[in-house]
């Protein structure tokens, strides 16, 4: 699997004068990254976090992007070997939904649904576990901040994604399964800054390593 990580870093002034100013005119912009595909499906994931005075923007990508005349940009290629660990520490932010039932005035249930964002911190942890269980791994730790709203334009009407950050530690469990997580993502609204897994390879614990832990 080929995967390139982009490190972009511009300053808050620089991205005021470019007008990045929410999630989707950062979406628009990060496109310009990647010319040429005729209308194909976005290929690559991307998180945007504030970084002092300036913005630090992540791009997985499975083919380098195009630098583009702003910032600062460095690609490397991921080695194959990072991604063959069996723990790692993980962070992600996503926009955690479910689909509520919609229905009739005479109370029938509607063929078509709505999401809402998740806000329970019970539903959020369940929901983060569903996640990472559909991506071939098991949840050994995980936390979570509050969630916010993520406010943005388009077409002049405003509209909102739900964050939350989770951090961790998972093990994985199905490589494949993983693997696909890792270069498509996790969650919903993924073109606009979420679903992205950032991993830190961990040394595996031995069965009675966790034991003894548990005890002591």
């Not at 790692?88 to 689909?99: E, G, S, V």
């Not at 919609?102 to 509607?110: M, S």
């Not at 399964?177 to 609204?189: H, K, P, S, Y």
Request: aromatic share 12%.
């Amino acid at each position: 699997m080929n995967l390139y990580l982009t490190r972009v870093t511009i300053s808050k002034l620089e991205a005021a004068k470019l007008r990045l100013s929410d999630l989707y005119t950062w979406h628009q912009t990060l496109w310009h990254a990647f010319p040429d595909s005729d209308g194909q499906p976005r290929d690559f994931l991307t998180r945007i976090d504030p970084h002092g005075a300036a913005f630090r923007v992540l791009i997985l990508s499975s083919r380098p992007p195009q630098p583009q005349p702003w910032g600062i940009w460095e690609t490397k290629r991921i080695p194959t070997e990072f991604f063959q660990h069996v723990r790692y520490r993980f962070a992600l932010r996503a926009n955690p939904t479910q689909m509520r039932v919609k229905r009739d005035e005479n109370g029938q249930r509607r063929k078509n649904g709505y999401r809402s964002g998740i806000y329970d911190p019970v539903q959020l942890r369940e929901w983060i576990e569903r996640k990472l269980k559909q991506a071939g791994c098991q949840v050994e730790q995980v936390a979570f901040d509050p969630p916010i709203q993520e406010w943005f334009y388009r077409k002049e009407r405003r509209a909102a994604h739900l964050r939350v950050d989770f951090r961790g530690i998972l093990r994985v469990i199905d490589r494949e399964a993983f693997l696909e997580a890792v270069r498509c993502g996790i969650g919903r609204a993924r073109g606009f800054g979420f679903g992205m897994l950032l991993l830190d390879p961990l040394p595996t614990i031995s069965q009675q390593e966790q034991t003894q832990s548990a005890v002591s």
